[in-house]
């Protein structure tokens, strides 16, 4: 596999770009051949997927090895081409498309072209857990902002399967509250599943 070309662009199409490395030129696809605008004087180093069937041979080249490692991770969706791989990353950062799918925002990834439902559920269940190198770490919460029972109902609505995302939502009301962990785990079923 090729891991990166490094050379001169000498020719930009809305589809790819062409790298001139010692008088060979590498047509390359990219998410946006027209980010290579501003390298045209000097040399760029464009980190390559080397894509191989039957009936094709092609490089597909990115700004960064984390977008074409995401790239691969995006070719291993049922589902989901080098075309629609290029497109999906054309149209976010990668750190926003880990986030969407770990968080399982359907929504969110139905936004990117040629997704729609049952793709994007594709790739929640494919990829989930498998991008924590590309998502932005969020911030861990303060323990010690939690009464032992309510942390310990946190903990059991998150054995329960309930996503980190939903229990924060409900967090603030039941602050308010003193009660038992039994207490706190009923309330917040009840507000979980209205």
């Keep these: 596999m090729i891991e990166f070309i490094r050379g001169y662009v000498d020719y ?6 062409v790298i001139d490395h010692n008088g060979i030129g590498y ?12 390298s045209r004087e000097a040399a760029v180093t464009v980190y390559t ?15 960064t090895r984390e977008e074409r490692n995401l790239f691969a991770k995006l070719l291993q969706v049922s589902g ?18 880990a986030r969407a799918i770990e968080e399982e ?11 729609g439902k049952k793709t994007a559920r594709q790739m929640i269940l494919d990829l989930k857990g498998k ?6 770490p969020t911030a861990p919460r303060p323990a010690a902002s939690l009464s032992g029972e309510l942390a310990e109902a946190i903990a059991a609505l998150k054995a329960l399967g309930y996503a980190e995302r ?3 939502k409900i967090i603030p009301a039941l602050r308010e509250e003193t009660m038992s962990t039994e207490q706190y785990v009923k309330r917040a079923l ?4 209205k």
Aim: with cysteine; charged share 20%; hydrophobic share 45%.
């Design 12 to 17: 930009i199409c809305p589809e790819y770009i």
């Design 27 to 38: 047509e390359i696809f990219t998410p946006n051949p027209f980010a290579f605008e501003e």
């Design 49 to 63: 997927y080397e894509y191989v069937r039957e009936d094709v041979h092609a490089l597909y080249g990115f700004l």
């Design 80 to 97: 989901i081409g080098p075309k629609g791989g290029l497109a999906i990353l054309a149209a976010g950062r990668p750190d926003e498309l």
């Design 105 to 115: 925002n359907e929504a969110f990834l139905c936004k990117f072209p040629g997704v």
């Design 131 to 136: 991008l924590t190198m590309f998502s932005m």
């Design 166 to 168: 939903e229990i924060e």
């Design 190 to 193: 009840a507000m979980l599943l």
